[in-house]
């Protein structure tokens, strides 16, 4: 069973920019994708972005350009840094990974991003 830790998020104006951070229980060998989603009120968990332990990227079209997400292997931990933030980014964000032989799936307990306008 692998744990995911997330750390970071809280409130911020708009055009401002916020870190959080994913630590897993586990070492990275073992989990091939890690990434973020999201989930505002009302609305249905989307991907936020996601990256592969060779480094391969995958960004929504509503976050490309704003954030960036990354990886350090050595630590077991994925980041995902947010700029030039909206109100609209508002949403619990989840950390998410998945191994990479028997695709489980883990899901962090979700940290809450504000964004006031």
């Known amino acids: 069973q692998v744990q995911l830790v997330e750390s970071g998020g809280g409130l911020v104006q708009a055009g401002g920019s916020l870190r959080v951070s994913c630590t897993t229980s586990r070492r990275s060998f073992s989990i091939n994708h890690m990434g973020w989603y999201r989930q505002a009120p009302g609305k249905q968990r989307e991907l936020v972005a996601r990256?592969?332990?060779?480094?391969?990227?995958n960004y929504a079209d509503s976050v490309k350009g704003r954030f960036t997400i990354s990886r350090d292997n050595a630590k077991n931990t994925v980041y995902l840094q947010m700029n030039s933030l909206k109100p609209e980014d508002t949403a619990v964000y989840y950390c998410?990974?998945?191994?990479?032989?028997?695709?489980?799936?883990?899901w962090g307990q979700g940290t809450q991003v504000t964004v006031s306008s």
């Open positions: 998410w990974a998945r191994e990479r032989d028997s695709w489980t799936e883990y």
């Open positions: 990256i592969s332990s060779g480094g391969s990227l």
